[in-house]
């Protein structure tokens, strides 16, 4: 089974810095997608960026990029220049490619962004 | 182009009566699933629908919860006899037939328990 892993349950930035969100994950495909999502207050689940299990290259979204190591099992979200807009709890997430098509989430990182 | 669109937003039951949740998927798809969160958690997996046909329900409690997704019509989740665990916030998505990496999420149903 698929599992996801997000061990760290707050993070906090400065506005205009940098922050990286953790995230492991356990599958034992070789094809399957990886996503991070935006939940703000709101609560709507807005997908920030997706990054397929077969591409080297790491994705980008403006000032959201990702670092994949396929070995390590590891998909990290960089946040740049953040913004008081961008304060948001962030949920990593898995897909399977060729088997069930559910969405398999982490417990989800609460994000302080400090005016 | 109307994104997934849910309601209610906000729905109060009492202990033993019926919960009902709609959801119609964005224009073009075909593929709808149903999420659960709790509080303090993630999202977890309830069941996967095509039109009038459960695909995967597998993380659907084996009592008093169905849904389906007829060939006319929003997709429902219903929840007979509802308790106070199933407080919650409840989401839809919607994919399109042949994408396998996009799903694209509504506002949500809280339901609150009294």
């Known amino acids: 089974a698929q599992t996801v892993t997000q061990s760290q349950p707050e993070m906090s930035v400065q506005e205009a810095e940098t922050v990286t969100l953790s995230c492991t994950y356990d599958?034992?495909?070789?094809?399957?997608?990886l996503f991070w999502y935006k939940q703000p207050p709101s609560r709507q689940m807005i997908l920030v960026i997706r990054?397929?299990?077969?591409?080297?290259q790491n994705a980008t979204e403006n000032r959201f990029s990702v670092n994949f190591q396929k070995a390590a099992k590891s998909f990290s979200l960089k946040i740049s220049d953040s913004q008081l807009g961008d304060a948001a709890m962030y949920f990593c997430?898995?897909?399977?490619?060729?088997?069930?098509?559910?969405?398999?989430f982490g417990k989800g990182t609460k994000l302080t962004v400090n005016p | 182009n109307a994104g997934v669109m849910q309601n209610p937003r906000h729905l109060v039951r009492r202990r033993g009566q019926e919960a009902r949740l709609r959801c119609s998927p964005m224009?073009?798809?075909?593929?709808v699933y149903w999420y659960r969160q709790l509080p303090e958690e993630g999202l977890k997996f309830m069941v996967y629908?095509?039109?009038?046909?459960?695909?995967?329900e597998s993380g659907m409690p084996k009592e008093r919860f169905s849904a389906e997704f007829p060939k006319e019509g929003p997709s429902i989740l219903r929840i007979q006899q509802v308790v106070r665990g199933d407080s919650a916030a409840y989401f839809c998505?919607?994919?399109?037939?042949?994408?396998?990496?996009?799903?694209?999420f509504g506002p949500g149903t809280r339901l609150t328990v009294l």
């Open positions: 998505a919607s994919g399109r037939r042949g994408v396998r990496n996009e799903q694209f």
């Open positions: 599958t034992s495909e070789s094809d399957y997608y």
């Open positions: 990054q397929e299990a077969y591409k080297q």
């Open positions: 997430a898995s897909l399977t490619q060729g088997g069930s098509e559910k969405l398999v």
């Open positions: 224009k073009g798809h075909s593929h």
């Open positions: 629908l095509q039109k009038e046909n459960i695909i995967d």
